[in-house]
């Protein structure tokens, strides 16, 4: 993290966050942006250069899901002197753009991945990794959260021209509209265009499965082995070599931000950007004879008119159909656990009063 922070612009700040810092940073403290979370301390850059700082008491008290406490890539508000070892967390300004998703299993809460990023670099390896619904379920996820999403295809040196080839015709058939990369970080054949488009001030999170080779992109990008990689099985099964997200300014100013590799992405409340990644779907969608049409068994539905007649690849409809009903089935579980939870904390308040009022 050798590069020197002239300012927060740098950083990625805007007019947008000076008014997010109006409504929680008091005047004494200082917005930073969030480098790298760890247990119990995050590291945090500003103008001032790299330091570590925690979260104040009062601010882990008012928190109580997950999603309001600060990821990588978020700007908070700390306080710091320089005698301080630590800075102190206050708050965590309004969020730009965010990627998350649905925690693994059966629990209903979301699992902030990272916070105010421009692009997510959707990362799949094409000689195993390659998947189509895969894809489609990132891609939804990131317009979601308002970043622009970008597909990237590594290890091209391990799949012949054809192979390649087969698979780009494969994501244009779907109607991804998303910019494609293609790289191989063995013969170097793509970098020079990946390097070509991180430009500075802008923030480029990379996701993917274990294995594809995102921290060996971002090393190539740095020019030298600043993160851990390790050579995966045939399969990329079993090992995950990082652990922990990472924001790292490059040379140009650019930000990129590593993540551990990700088995399962649950999707959560994800309407709109479903109705983003499978716009031609929608489209029909505004012709069914019922506004509430599921699109799946119901008459006068110009969806399955289209499938039927072979206007829309049949796999493509069936993703839309699991996407939707796992993204709906979700968001009923998780407001029930909201209104759970909220009665619970009536309880809690309650109770509190009548305990002090004996
Ligand atoms: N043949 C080939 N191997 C590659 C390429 N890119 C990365 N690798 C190798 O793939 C292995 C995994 O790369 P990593 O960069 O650790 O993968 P990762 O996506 O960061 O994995 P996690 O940190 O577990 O999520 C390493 O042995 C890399 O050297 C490529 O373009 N071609
Ligand atoms: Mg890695
Ligand atoms: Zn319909």
């Excluded at 050798?2 to 997010?20: M, T, V």
């Excluded at 699991?322 to 579980?333: A, D």
């Excluded at 619970?344 to 004996?358: C, N, S, W």
């Amino acid at each position: 993290m050798g590069k020197l922070i002239s300012n927060r612009e740098a950083l990625g700040w805007d007019g947008w966050f000076d008014e997010q810092a109006g409504l929680c940073c008091d005047l004494t403290s200082t917005a930073a942006r969030v480098a790298a979370v760890d247990r119990g301390q995050l590291l945090l850059l500003n103008e001032m250069g790299a330091f570590r700082a925690k979260l104040s008491g009062k601010y882990m008290f008012s928190s109580n899901v997950s999603e309001e406490y600060p990821c990588v890539g978020d700007w908070v508000c700390v306080d710091k002197t320089p005698d301080d070892e630590f800075g102190l967390i206050h708050g965590v300004l309004g969020r730009k753009t965010s990627l998350r998703r649905k925690t693994a299993g059966e629990s209903v809460e979301y699992q902030m991945i990272a916070a105010n990023m421009d692009f997510v670099i959707i990362v799949q390896s094409c000689n195993y990794d390659f998947n189509l619904k895969r894809l489609e379920r990132y891609l939804v996820m990131v317009t979601e959260g308002g970043a622009s999403p970008n597909v990237l295809l590594t290890k091209t040196d391990l799949v012949t021209a054809e192979e390649l080839d087969s698979q780009l015709a494969q994501i244009k058939d779907a109607g991804i509209t998303a910019p494609v990369l293609t790289l191989s970080n063995v013969t170097r054949e793509g970098h020079d265009e990946l390097i070509r488009i991180v430009s500075p001030g802008k923030t480029y999170c990379f996701v993917g499965s274990s294995g594809v080779g995102k921290s060996t992109i971002i090393n190539g990008l740095v020019g030298r082995d600043v993160l851990e990689t390790k050579v995966v099985s045939g399969t990329g099964e079993g090992r995950h070599t990082t652990v922990r997200r990472e924001l790292i300014v490059l040379e140009n100013g650019a930000m990129v931000i590593d993540n551990p590799g990700m088995r399962e992405f649950g999707i959560l409340n994800a309407e709109s950007g479903i109705e983003t990644s499978f716009s031609d779907i929608f489209r029909l969608a505004s012709q069914c004879r019922f506004r509430d049409c599921t699109h799946t068994n119901e008459p006068g539905c110009s969806v399955i008119k289209a499938l039927d007649a072979n206007e829309i690849d049949p796999e493509h409809y069936d993703n839309f159909v699991k996407l939707s009903k796992e993204s709906e089935f979700n968001q009923r579980s998780y407001a029930e656990k909201r209104k759970k939870d909220r009665s619970f904390g009536r309880f809690i308040k309650t109770a509190k009063k009548d305990l002090y009022r004996e």
